[in-house]
Structures are given as structure tokens and as C-alpha cells.
């Protein structure tokens, strides 16, 4: 059995200041990159958040882990559950779980990875948030942030589950992104700390 050794929430409240924003781009790709291959059996994983995101040091790498909501796309659930501040707000308003409702979350994980801290931290989970959600509230922006990636994250995050990414798209668009800032280091922001 793999031992994993912290999730993505923990890893970043200890590491926070240290990382560049080359290693957040990274976190954030190999991410993606798990949710595509979810998506690619067919299946929804309905509770992404950064608990959920585990790192494996036998491994080196992130991989995503409680699949006990995951299922399959054309089995649709209607039972709301998860951590509120990455719940899709078409998911809070009833409409169920899609595979742009994962799309979604990756967004809120994406500001978490950004930021160092969960979305909506400040704020109660409860049903004033809720509303707050469907109505269109979505975490602010705290410092600078790479065009491009802050780009793809409002894409992931906009209110309309059509005009979100699908996780192929999203998957080919940060693996630009990460090339792209690999090659270019010289444009990304100098992080705040």
C-alpha cells in the first residue's frame, strides 16, 4: 500500500512562501492531469478539493485520492455533498454533478495553489455562502498572478458550466502554460511574501 505523505492543503500551508511559481504551474498540471485521466474512464469525481490531493514521496508526484463519490458520468447523483467553497454553483443550486462541475473545482484548487490558503477561508460555510456562489461571488485575486494562468482559472470558474474548459482542453492548456512560463521565467510575477 502507498504511503502518502501530506495532501496539497498542508503541503502548501508549510511551504507556501518558499515555492516559485514554476512549482505552483507544476502542482497544478500534474492535477489536471489526474482529473483528465478520471474524465477519460467516463467517471466524475464530485468532491476535489485540496484534502483530497495527495503527495507521495515513493512516487514524486501529486495524485488525487477519495474517490468514494467518484462515478461514472452517465450515472448522475443529485445529493449535494463536498467542501462547499469548491462545490460548482449549478451543483448548489440543484442541478447535479458534471464533468464541468470537477472543471470547477480545479479552479478553486488553482487559486488555492496560487494563494496558499482555501478559497473563501474568511468566509462561514454556510447558506449565506451558498447563495453567494450561485449569485456569482468567486475568491478575489490577492497579488499578481500569470496572465495566462489566471486566464484558464476565471475560464474554470465561470458561471456557466459550457464555457468551462472540458478537462482534455484544460489539460493541454496548462501543459502550454507550464512550457510556456519554463521557457519564459522572465515574465512571471515575483511572489509576495
Given at each position: 500500500?502507498?504511503?502518502?505523505?501530506m495532501?496539497?492543503?498542508?503541503?502548501?500551508?508549510?511551504?507556501?512562501?518558499?515555492l516559485?511559481?514554476?512549482?505552483?504551474?507544476?502542482?497544478?498540471?500534474?492535477?489536471?492531469?489526474?482529473?483528465?485521466f478520471?474524465?477519460?474512464?467516463?467517471?466524475?469525481?464530485?468532491?476535489?478539493h485540496?484534502?483530497?490531493?495527495?503527495?507521495?514521496?515513493?512516487?514524486?508526484?501529486?495524485r488525487?485520492?477519495?474517490?468514494?463519490?467518484?462515478?461514472?458520468?452517465?450515472?448522475?447523483?443529485?445529493?449535494?455533498?463536498?467542501?462547499?467553497?469548491?462545490?460548482?454553483?449549478?451543483?448548489?443550486?440543484?442541478?447535479?454533478?458534471?464533468f464541468?462541475?470537477?472543471?470547477?473545482?480545479?479552479?478553486?484548487?488553482?487559486?488555492?495553489?496560487?494563494?496558499?490558503?482555501?478559497?473563501?477561508?474568511?468566509?462561514?460555510?454556510?447558506?449565506?455562502?451558498?447563495?453567494?456562489?450561485?449569485?456569482?461571488i468567486?475568491?478575489?485575486?490577492?497579488?499578481?498572478?500569470?496572465?495566462?494562468?489566471?486566464?484558464?482559472?476565471?475560464?474554470?470558474?465561470?458561471?456557466?458550466?459550457?464555457?468551462?474548459?472540458?478537462a482534455?482542453?484544460?489539460?493541454?492548456?496548462?501543459?502550454?502554460?507550464?512550457?510556456?512560463?519554463?521557457?519564459?521565467?522572465?515574465?512571471?510575477?515575483?511572489?509576495?511574501?
Amino acid at each position: 500500500m502507498l504511503k502518502y505523505n501530506m495532501n496539497l492543503r498542508e503541503y502548501l500551508q508549510q511551504n507556501n512562501n518558499q515555492l516559485t511559481w514554476n512549482e505552483r504551474i507544476e502542482i497544478t498540471f500534474s492535477v489536471i492531469n489526474r482529473l483528465y485521466f478520471i474524465h477519460k474512464e467516463n467517471s466524475i469525481h464530485r468532491d476535489l478539493h485540496s484534502g483530497n490531493i495527495l503527495y507521495s514521496q515513493f512516487n514524486d508526484g501529486w495524485r488525487i485520492s477519495d474517490l468514494g463519490f467518484c462515478g461514472p458520468a452517465d450515472k448522475p447523483s443529485t445529493s449535494i455533498y463536498g467542501n462547499l467553497p469548491y462545490i460548482a454553483p449549478e451543483v448548489i443550486n440543484g442541478k447535479g454533478y458534471t464533468f464541468r462541475s470537477d472543471i470547477y473545482s480545479i479552479a478553486m484548487l488553482m487559486w488555492e495553489i496560487s494563494f496558499g490558503q482555501p478559497p473563501f477561508m474568511n468566509y462561514e460555510h454556510d447558506y449565506i455562502l451558498a447563495i453567494n456562489i450561485i449569485d456569482g461571488i468567486r475568491p478575489k485575486i490577492l497579488s499578481e498572478i500569470p496572465l495566462k494562468y489566471k486566464s484558464l482559472m476565471e475560464q474554470c470558474w465561470d458561471a456557466n458550466p459550457l464555457k468551462r474548459p472540458d478537462a482534455k482542453t484544460l489539460n493541454k492548456k496548462i501543459n502550454e502554460i507550464k512550457s510556456y512560463y519554463q521557457n519564459n521565467s522572465n515574465e512571471l510575477p515575483q511572489l509576495i511574501t
